[in-house]
């Protein structure tokens, strides 16, 4: 029960952003990625999850959360940047149908199993480790305005709580990648801590 509420905390976590975006008309330089690497999770791990009605409904919302994102994204951001926008959701669709196409039709339940997990296991951690993208420009600017706190805290408690789920469940598919994005989110809450008390020395 707490992994779904911390999932459903991560997944509600960039509203305070969007709501930013939505009333300025523009995503200044906010990161696309995370909800770009989100969706990708959520899409690759609710497949992982068959047929398990939790995992897979879990994942399901959390897919349509980020595909709202991304739509509010690609309205709000510049020109270039919603071609961009637009590729990158395309090319995580079109990923996730191979790999369903895969699955079925080439490999056997323990092989696909297998594969899956891996790539599940790549996802979340692509996932854990996407606030991070925009380190370099926290680190230049010795500010963490466009690092969202909350998604940085939703990302630690989830991680935290998939680490526990995975070891309990002996699933080092599960365990694996989100120990390390329980590692990532030690780090990306250290850097707002630092950075966030610059600023207000700085003040």
């Known amino acids: 029960m707490p992994r779904n509420i911390f999932a459903f905390g991560l997944f509600v976590s960039p509203i305070q952003t969007f709501r930013r975006i939505t009333r300025t008309g523009s995503t200044e330089q906010f990161s696309r990625l995370p909800y770009i690497y989100a969706l990708l999770s959520c899409l690759i791990s609710s497949w992982y999850g068959t047929p398990l009605v939790m995992v897979m409904t879990v994942n399901s919302i959390g897919a349509v959360f980020q595909f709202v994102y991304i739509i509010l994204f690609i309205v709000y951001t510049g020109k270039g940047k919603k071609i961009r926008m637009l590729g990158l959701l395309a ?24 594969f899956v997990g891996f790539l599940s296991c790549a996802s979340m951690i692509s996932m854990f480790a996407s606030p991070l993208f925009i380190v370099n420009l926290v680190i230049r600017t010795r500010s963490v305005e466009y690092m969202p706190f909350y998604l940085s805290v939703s990302t630690f408690l989830m991680s935290l709580s998939v680490f526990v789920y995975g070891i309990l469940n002996e699933d080092p598919f599960v365990y694996a990648p989100s120990g390390i994005g329980f590692i990532l989110g030690i780090i990306q809450l250290g850097l707002y801590a630092y950075y966030n008390k610059s600023s207000y020395d700085q003040d």
């Open 91 to 114: 090319t995580v669709l079109c990923l996730v149908g191979i790999i369903v196409f895969l699955s079925l039709r080439v490999f056997d339940s323990e092989t696909r199993r297998i």
